[in-house]
């Protein structure tokens, strides 16, 4: 009988992006990255996400309230009602 045994790494799931910069710009990100002891990579992951991902994060999250309180006035049961199914719950 022979027995294998199999492991499977789950990897991220990442996608390359080009972007081409004037060479000005390059160094200056570059003097930016060993200051911070990044690379240029990491500080244009960040950039991104500061600049442009928040910004719809934000969005997303402020179109959740609107439609939220969109919603109006629910009725609630009276007091004493609410209150004896909350005892009730709690047992």
């Not at 960040?46 to 969109?70: D, I, K, M, T, W």
Request: aromatic share 4%; proline share 4%.
């Amino acid at each position: 009988m022979c027995m294998c045994m199999c492991i499977h790494l789950v990897m991220p799931k990442t996608k390359r992006v080009q972007v081409l910069m004037e060479p000005e710009e390059f160094d200056v990100l570059q003097d930016l990255a060993r200051q911070r002891r990044s690379s240029v990579s990491d500080l244009m992951r960040e950039a991104a996400r500061a600049q442009l991902l928040a910004h719809v994060a934000h969005a997303r999250r402020s179109a959740a309230a609107q439609a939220f309180l969109g919603l109006g006035e629910t009725p609630l049961p009276a007091w004493e009602q609410l209150k004896r199914e909350l005892e009730a719950r709690r047992g």
